[in-house]
T-cell receptor, first 111, second 114 residues
Framework: QKEVEQNSGPLSVPEGAIASLNCTYS??????FFWYRQYSGKSPELIMS????GDKEDGRFTAQLNKASQYVSLLIRDSQPSDSATYLC???????????FGQGTRLTINP | NAGVMQNPRHLVRRRGQEARLRCSPM?????VYWYRQLPEEGLKFMVY????????ESGMPKERFSAEFPKEGPSILRIQQVVRGDSAAYFC????????????FGSGTRLTVV
């Protein structure tokens, strides 16, 4: 079982709709979770972090964490073509000072 | 306030040559992390260093790869006798302390082995 798993997609969403990206993790000791956005040929860019159960909102982005289900999600409201990218979910492992990444979900927003 | 600086941006090496990748952390950051991204794959942790110390090298291949972060100067990821399978993007990130893991990545070095 992979430590962090994402549906690789591609996920296609019409412009203006809500894009929903999902991620599961295997280590119950994981405490911190992050979403990165990566445009083709570029480096990953941190867009959200979440540490507690529930929702965290930042502009059009909402991160959701459910530690009991070991599930993290990212919602993007009012999707724009500029949101088209690969989204990487990352989690810390208990006792380790590093991030473990999922394989990423490729998102395409269709005008 | 400059971000994490990596150079070179692109590096082409023939099989059997050595590759040296450099990473200068953000000002005031003394913790450096190296990740590798193979084509169409996610980021894989390689090594975590503090100044003059390797803290976690659990993701480093056992042979040909080494990393250092000297007291002065950038962190260096060194790959000896490169093979085609080493072709990847190598990203470096830095943080001010070990608990600060939402780190910022540099622009990466794209290594191509021909």
């Amino acid at each position: 079982q992979k430590e962090v798993e994402q549906n690789s997609g591609p996920l296609s969403v019409p412009e203006g709709a809500i894009a929903s990206l999902n991620c599961t993790y295997s280590d119950r000791g994981s405490q911190s979770f992050f979403w990165y956005r990566q445009y083709s040929g570029k480096s990953p860019e941190l867009i959200m972090s979440i540490y507690s159960n529930g929702d965290k909102e930042d502009g059009r982005f909402t991160a959701q964490l459910n530690k009991a289900s070991q599930y993290v999600s990212l919602l993007i409201r009012d999707s724009q073509p500029s949101d088209s990218a690969t989204y990487l979910c990352a989690a810390t492992l208990q006792g380790a000072q590093k991030l473990v990444f999922g394989q990423g979900t490729r998102l395409t927003i269709n005008p | 306030n400059a971000g994490v600086m990596q150079n070179p941006r692109h590096l082409v090496r023939r099989r059997g040559q050595e590759a040296r990748l450099r990473c200068s952390p953000m000002k005031g950051h003394s913790h450096v992390y190296w990740y590798r991204q193979l084509p169409e794959e996610g980021l894989k942790f390689m090594v975590y260093l503090q100044k003059e110390n390797i803290i976690d090298e659990s993701g480093m291949p056992k042979e040909r790869f080494s990393a250092e972060f000297p007291k002065e100067g950038p962190s260096i990821l060194r790959i000896q006798q490169v093979v085609r399978g080493d072709s990847a993007a190598y990203f470096c990130a830095s943080s001010p302390n070990p608990g600060h893991l939402g780190y910022t990545f540099g622009s990466g070095t794209r290594l191509t082995v021909v």
